[in-house]
């Protein structure tokens, strides 16, 4: 069952500009992480929030965590094409079982030069 | 360190066949996984293991097997290959089970069932 859902399915913005992804989910977590992966490779490890942290910064990227609404947003700010890649979001579930990551169905981000 | 590896990174088979993908990971990790992914879907967690010896189903654990016999490999074993297996199929390791660890992925295998 998918847990994250993420919105929107594609962007597509100019080098430069900011870019927003949402992911909403369903049931209660622990943390939820982010990840990205370029077409034809292995996903990687951008980021982590805890349930009990609202915002986390990294480099350009920034997360934010909302519990009451299930939902939360990265922002990768002053975009490059070198950022262009699909972006997931990853629940670990309350109460789930161990270890196991619930992914979404991700965002598909254009970066044009 | 040569982080996740997996092989091959394209097969394809016919309908009934059965195969191994293969993963191995050099960095003392306990846990490991394997996934699918499907076009416009994300990954969903197939078999996972907490160690050596202990493996559990994930969420879509049906026509695949798995073992575990040492830390290193996590082979996944494709039974009788059906067309609906046709995916690419990722391999992840993280130092413990504990949710929030990093998880870290192979390239993949493309495998196509016809």
């Known amino acids: 069952s998918q847990q994250g859902e993420e919105d929107p399915q594609a962007l597509s913005i100019q080098e430069g500009e900011n870019a927003t992804m949402n992911c909403s989910y369903k049931t209660s977590i622990n943390n939820l992480q982010w990840y990205r992966q370029n077409s034809g490779r292995g996903l990687v490890h951008l980021i982590l929030?805890?349930?009990?942290?609202r915002e986390k910064h990294s480099g350009r990227l920034r997360v934010t965590l909302d519990t009451s609404k299930k939902s939360s947003s990265l922002l990768i700010t002053a975009s490059r094409a070198a950022d262009t890649a699909s972006y997931f979001c990853a629940t670990e579930q309350r109460g789930g079982s161990q270890g196991n990551l619930i992914f979404g169905k991700g965002t598909k981000l254009s970066v044009k030069p | 360190n040569a982080g996740v590896t997996q092989t091959p990174k394209f097969q394809v088979l016919k309908t009934g066949q059965s195969m191994t993908l293969q993963c191995a990971q050099d960095?003392?990790?306990?846990?490991m996984s394997w996934y699918r992914q499907d076009p416009g879907m994300g990954l969903r967690l197939i078999h996972y293991s907490v160690g050596a010896g202990i493996t559990d189903q994930g969420e879509v654990p049906n026509g695949y097997n798995v073992s575990r016999s040492t830390t290193e490999d996590f082979p996944l074993r494709l039974l009788s290959a059906a067309p609906s297996q046709t995916s690419v199929y990722f391999c992840?390791?993280?130092?413990?089970?504990?949710?929030?660890?990093?998880?870290?992925f192979g390239p993949g295998t493309r495998l196509t069932v016809l």
């Open positions: 929030i805890r349930s009990n942290e």
């Open positions: 960095m003392n990790h306990e846990y």
């Open positions: 992840a390791s993280s130092y413990s089970w504990f949710g929030a660890d990093t998880q870290y």
